[in-house]
């Protein structure tokens, strides 16, 4: 799967073009596929299987990642940024990014240790005391290298670990693009329309532009979704669980679920083995939110691949759930058929 | 060595792993580099790294300098196997554990293990714990592991590293990484080391990359009683400018090597190392240390009859994080002002070493 290389891509809202360049590259040559783009950036791709299909059937993944934004240079040379979609600072505190189109390394330093006093130790950092550091002695000569507008990406490298894990950032939602592609390039009778939307961090907006276009009869955004079983938490508190495939929505801050799709989605797990679980949870949206009120409404659910730490430079997923998604969206793509 | 030379030697000393009291790694990797420009070359029964080098004297009383630097790093050590596979862990040297969170890390069980920090999610934080900051207890590492694998690989004590390789900057002739801290004080001697290689010099010189610093200057204990050096330089990291930082906390990278001053260093030393600087064209910066700044020689200056010591320091962002920061140039011109003092130094300036 796709997964390892769309993770390493920089996307941030607002600049999903590397992302979008990478899937074109892989749908070259795949002659059941035709593609376009929109003016917002979205990349719509149909598959046209032998089957004609009795629906349209749209599924959505987004390119776009969480990260930060240049707001201001310093005299010091440092940069003022302020974070694109849902960023807990405390998580940018000593990492590494990447800024610009040209991946100029940058890192996010605080204060060391020893040069804070005792109260200063107990707070968290706050994002106003953070700063991108790429080098530069000065503002001129960090002018040469970023301007403001300027988006840095997180710069962790995706890598298998563990007992079939990966760790990399983006995975919100590279995993559900790399879903899609694994639909898209089978050969199969198949047809349906999948759209790599943008800007789904900062409030959804591809996706609204994408089934406007696409005019679908359903809809299923494949998603990324947090998963907390991990120390700490309470069972009932985790949304998801990794390992137990993938995770189904009721309902969100953006939707609720049409319970036939839910039902359909259910019944092709069921039908195929394939696991799947329950989003325990209501809180945070997807594109399907989007989708679902797009021109006279459309049927619309959530398909997602449990995920921990989400919206950090390192996330975590099992290929297993990679899969299973994978499998468990065909299974519905065929009984819908 | 040449520029490029001093960048791959700083870039392989960051990525090495030697977190305090587990430095073989490091030792190997320094070893291969001060192996070239010594002539012996050894490990103590503590872990110090020792390269010597005899100097010429002709025929006068021999006398040795002792350059050493620290060879280990901060990290941290597993202290729990949790329920869902996870592991609780504590730091080894002065971390700071808001850093932590969403840090890629390298657990040393029976192989070599990739994890990553986590921390309970930022959705499920009541108000009064977002306002409270990390402790190692809210933290853990996760391998991807159940309990039963993580079991099989993982003992209580392992070690834990940051993967947090090196990265050069394209701005200010800088880079940044993990361990920088010390790793470029032991660069800086290999780089003086490279410098005396064809080079004349009275002084018979050690080159100590000492164990322990990082949890109370421990190796450079045992490294000064055993090698009785007639004088001794430290070579460290001091911090650099960065937001929120004013002087005399820091100091300029880019702005050279810094001497310090106080009661831990010999005024005759650092007035040397001054002047070498000046007559070399050395830009150097000063810092005054009224106490001890927690280097290798606070130890080293109470050894034995007591040795007389200066400390060098490179100036260094955002010390004991992943993503610490130095200027190749302070780095490159802190090796050669070593190498410039060690060959200005002559029989009568240690014999003077006693009364000033």
């Known amino acids: 799967m796709f997964l390892e290389k769309l993770s390493n891509l920089p996307g941030v809202s607002g600049d999903e073009g590397a992302v979008r360049e990478a899937i074109i590259e892989i749908l070259q040559g795949h002659p059941q596929l035709e593609w376009r783009t929109d003016t917002t950036g979205n ?116 890598l298998s670990f563990g007992e079939g894990c990966f760790r990399g950032k983006a995975f919100d939602d590279r995993a559900g693009c790399a879903v899609l592609l694994e639909l898209l390039r089978e050969k199969n009778s198949l047809s349906f329309d999948a759209a790599f939307t943008v800007q789904e ?137 | 060595m040449n520029a490029e030379e001093i960048k791959e030697l700083i870039m392989e000393l960051s990525r090495t792993v030697g977190i305090s009291g587990s430095e073989d790694e490091a030792a190997a990797a320094v070893s291969g580099y001060l192996e070239r420009y010594t002539s012996q070359i050894w490990r103590d029964r503590l872990g110090n790294l020792i390269a010597f080098k005899g100097g010429q004297n002709d025929g006068a009383e021999p006398f040795s300098l002792a350059l050493v630097a620290h060879l280990d790093e901060i990290g941290a050590m597993v202290t729990r196997i949790e329920e869902g596979g996870a592991l609780r862990f504590t730091g080894v040297g002065g971390i700071d554990p808001r850093i932590l969170p969403g840090q890629p890390v390298q657990v040393h069980g029976k192989t070599v293990l990739k994890g990553v920090i986590g921390a309970k999610a930022p959705h499920l934080l009541t108000v009064k714990e977002r306002r409270e900051e990390l402790k190692f207890e809210d933290l853990f590492i996760d391998l991807g592991l159940s309990r039963e694998q993580a079991e099989m690989q993982v003992r209580i004590g392992d070690l834990v590293s940051f993967d947090a390789p090196p990265v050069a900057m394209v701005a200010g002739n800088s880079l940044a990484g993990k361990s920088l801290d010390n790793r470029a004080g032991v660069a800086a001697l290999v780089i003086c080391a490279a410098e005396l290689a064809a080079v004349c010099h009275r002084a018979n010189l050690y080159f100590v990359a000492s164990v322990q610093e990082e949890v ?141």
């Open chain 1, 43 to 158: 990349l719509l791709v149909r598959k046209n299987g032998s089957s004609s299909p009795s629906r349209r059937v749209m599924l959505a993944a987004h390119m776009d990642e969480v990260g930060l934004i240049i707001v201001s240079i310093e005299k010091s040379g440092h940069l003022k940024f302020k974070s694109v979609g849902g960023i807990d600072s405390r998580v940018l505190v000593s990492k590494r990014v990447r800024v610009g189109r040209e991946g100029i390394p940058g890192v996010i330093g605080v204060k060391a240790i020893h040069l804070q006093k005792p109260d200063e130790r107990k707070k968290p950092f706050k994002e106003d005391q953070l700063y991108i550091d790429i080098g530069a002695k000065n503002k001129e000569e960090a002018e040469k290298h970023v301007s403001i507008g300027s988006y840095a990406a997180f710069d962790t490298e995706c």
């Open chain 1, 201 to 337: 961090e900062v409030g959804l907006r591809g996706a609204r532009v994408a089934s406007y276009t696409l005019r679908p009869q359903l809809a299923l955004a494949v998603e990324a979704t947090a998963a907390a079983d991990t120390p700490d938490t309470k069972k009932e508190q985790s949304a998801a669980v990794l390992g137990k495939g993938p995770a189904l929505s009721f309902m969100d801050r953006t939707l609720i679920v049409d319970r036939g799709i839910l039902q359909s989605l259910i019944e092709a797990g069921e039908r195929t083995q394939v696991p799947f679980q329950f989003r325990r949870a209501t809180a945070g949206g997807t594109d399907a939110g989007a989708i679902a009120l797009s021109r006279e409404g459309v049927k619309a659910g959530v398909v997602a691949v449990p995920c921990r730490y989400i919206h950090s430079p390192c996330s975590v997923l099992k290929e297993s759930d990679l899969q299973d998604t994978v499998s468990l969206v065909r299974a519905w793509l065929e009984a819908i058929a």
């Open chain 2, 216 to 356: 109370g200057l421990r190796g450079a204990i045992t490294a000064a009683y055993g090698l009785v050096p007639d004088l001794a330089v430290a070579i460290d990291v001091t911090h650099g400018e960065a937001p929120g930082l004013a002087p005399p906390d820091v100091f300029e990278l880019g702005g050279g090597p810094v001497i310090s001053v106080g009661p831990n260093y010999h005024p005759a030393l650092t007035r040397r190392l001054e002047e070498v600087a000046s007559a070399d064209r050395f830009a150097v910066q000063r810092e005054a240390d009224p106490a001890s700044p927690g280097t290798d020689a606070w130890v080293i200056q109470v050894s034995r009859e007591g040795i007389p010591c200066a400390l060098l320091s490179i100036p260094l962002r955002y010390m004991h994080t992943t993503v610490e920061m130095l200027n190749l140039d302070d780095l490159t011109n802190t090796g050669r002002l070593l190498a410039s003092f060690a060959r200005s130094l002559d029989r009568p300036f240690v014999e003077g070493l006693a009364c000033f």
